[in-house]
């Protein structure tokens, strides 16, 4: 009879430490983002907390992938550790190497408008903005050009609405999609210019992007310009450029959707009233 096998193969030191490492960097990088969105520290600390969990990240893979290694040649334990670690950090980096990748693609601008000639200001988010923010002012027509190339789809909205009606549409958006409203200045018979400021949140890291929407009358019609500045970062892989896109789209939705004013109808001539025979020469 064969003996029965007292002692079983021990597990690889190189895959426990490869899982713990992935953990830990998944701890740390979700901890980042709560710090960021949440407000607890300044933004760089944060971004330098996540920089750091993606390089821990990228060292777990690397030692899981010696681990099985290790494994196949010694026939030790913790294939399953080293695969779990190689999953967790894969997954943690995908988000940062799909950025990556449309950083590849885009140009490095961070700042997007619809009027490159005459952008909209900042004015109240220039005040609450922080000092190591991107600076508030327009990069100029380098900036223009580059966005000409990259994002052609960015253009004013030309509404058939008055003022006031196009930024009462612009506004509902703005509270639609819980942007913080900075600055609301409606349009007048004095100040035919409507101003909106307002701060949005990324959806994953939860960054500030400031937002001005300016309306202006346009003949008969109303224009619609809108600004959107990522406050840190060179790149803001595209994501101001969607956000003008969609949001114009959905003001151009409430726009068309209201219900048509009825044209009056014009009075019958003095010599044609109903009920009476027309006059006769």
Do not use: C
């Given at each position: 009879m064969a003996?029965?096998?007292?002692?079983?193969?021990?597990?690889?030191?190189?895959a426990i430490w490869a899982?713990?490492?992935?953990?830990?960097?998944?701890?740390a990088a979700l901890l980042s983002i709560l710090i960021v969105r949440s407000d607890f520290l300044e933004i760089v600390p944060a971004l330098a907390t996540f920089g750091g969990a993606l390089a821990i990240a990228v060292t777990s893979i690397l030692i899981a992938l010696a681990a099985l290694i290790v494994i196949w040649k010694d026939g030790l334990r913790g294939i399953g550790?080293?695969?779990?670690?190689?999953?967790?950090?894969?997954g943690l980096l995908a988000y940062p190497l799909y950025l990556g990748a449309k950083a590849y693609r885009l140009p490095p601008i961070a700042d997007i408008t619809t009027d490159p000639i005459d952008p909209p200001r900042y004015e109240a988010i220039a005040r609450v903005r922080p000092r190591t923010a991107n600076p508030v002012i327009y990069a100029g027509l380098y900036a223009a050009e580059r966005q000409r190339l990259a994002y052609p789809e960015?253009?004013?909205?030309?509404?058939?609405?008055?003022?006031?009606?196009?930024?009462d549409?612009?506004?509902?958006?703005a509270n639609r999609r819980r942007w913080r409203v900075i600055d609301v200045r409606e349009p007048t018979a004095s100040r035919r210019e409507g101003r909106i400021e307002a701060i949005a949140r990324t959806p994953v890291m939860g960054f500030r992007d400031d937002i001005v929407i300016r309306i202006r009358p346009?003949?008969?019609d109303s224009r619609i310009d809108v600004r959107s500045a990522s406050r840190y970062g060179r790149h803001d892989f595209g994501s101001n450029a969607s956000r003008i896109a969609s949001l114009l789209a959905d003001i151009e939705e409430i726009i068309e959707s209201r219900p048509q004013k009825a044209e009056p109808q014009k009075p019958a001539p003095a010599s044609r009233r109903r009920g009476q025979p027309p006059a006769r020469r």
């Amino acid at each position: 009879m064969a003996r029965r096998r007292l002692l079983e193969d021990p597990y690889s030191r190189l895959a426990i430490w490869a899982r713990r490492l992935a953990f830990f960097s998944l701890v740390a990088a979700l901890l980042s983002i709560l710090i960021v969105r949440s407000d607890f520290l300044e933004i760089v600390p944060a971004l330098a907390t996540f920089g750091g969990a993606l390089a821990i990240a990228v060292t777990s893979i690397l030692i899981a992938l010696a681990a099985l290694i290790v494994i196949w040649k010694d026939g030790l334990r913790g294939i399953g550790y080293a695969v779990s670690a190689i999953a967790i950090s894969l997954g943690l980096l995908a988000y940062p190497l799909y950025l990556g990748a449309k950083a590849y693609r885009l140009p490095p601008i961070a700042d997007i408008t619809t009027d490159p000639i005459d952008p909209p200001r900042y004015e109240a988010i220039a005040r609450v903005r922080p000092r190591t923010a991107n600076p508030v002012i327009y990069a100029g027509l380098y900036a223009a050009e580059r966005q000409r190339l990259a994002y052609p789809e960015v253009e004013p909205l030309l509404v058939p609405a008055t003022p006031k009606e196009a930024f009462d549409a612009a506004l509902s958006v703005a509270n639609r999609r819980r942007w913080r409203v900075i600055d609301v200045r409606e349009p007048t018979a004095s100040r035919r210019e409507g101003r909106i400021e307002a701060i949005a949140r990324t959806p994953v890291m939860g960054f500030r992007d400031d937002i001005v929407i300016r309306i202006r009358p346009s003949g008969e019609d109303s224009r619609i310009d809108v600004r959107s500045a990522s406050r840190y970062g060179r790149h803001d892989f595209g994501s101001n450029a969607s956000r003008i896109a969609s949001l114009l789209a959905d003001i151009e939705e409430i726009i068309e959707s209201r219900p048509q004013k009825a044209e009056p109808q014009k009075p019958a001539p003095a010599s044609r009233r109903r009920g009476q025979p027309p006059a006769r020469r």
